[in-house]
């Protein structure tokens, strides 16, 4: 299950659900493995101007970022699998992440300390 404060997102990919996440790493390994900014291979992706090379290395890098163990070959299979159109569309949700930001709601586990008032007082009084 995808955890949204994390910066996960779910989706389709060869016969199950599965849990993609872009991690600082994995944007850096993108923009090495492509030779493109993050910002280039975003934006090919809303003009419907990619490669599939594109599409299944921010797919494998996303797979990886939460934690998976796959090989490029067999995330590429998936992706043949599923169809190149409706991963392009996951792999755009995916890309989005990182421009949108984490999901951080008052509720958030991971905001929760960051608006209790500190005490800064020395305890040597």
């Known amino acids: ?61 996303a797979l990886q970022g939460a934690g998976g163990k796959f090989v490029q070959s067999a995330v590429g299979d998936m992706v043949i699998q599923t169809g190149l159109m409706k991963v392009a569309v996951l792999c755009s949700e995916i890309l989005m992440t990182i421009f949108t930001g984490e999901k951080q709601e008052e509720d958030s586990p991971l905001v929760q300390g960051e608006n209790e008032p500190k005490n800064t007082q020395s305890s040597n009084i």
């Not at 779910?10 to 991690?23: A, N, Q, Y």
């Not at 923009?31 to 003009?47: A, C, F, Q, V, Y």
């Open 1 to 61: 299950m995808a955890n949204q404060y994390k910066g996960e997102i779910t989706g389709k990919l060869g016969d199950k659900e599965r849990t993609f996440r872009l991690t600082f790493e994995s944007i850096i390994n993108i923009e090495n493995r492509t030779g493109k900014s993050i910002l280039d291979i975003t934006n090919s992706m809303g003009n419907n101007n990619y490669s599939l090379k594109d599409v299944v290395i921010v797919i494998h890098e």
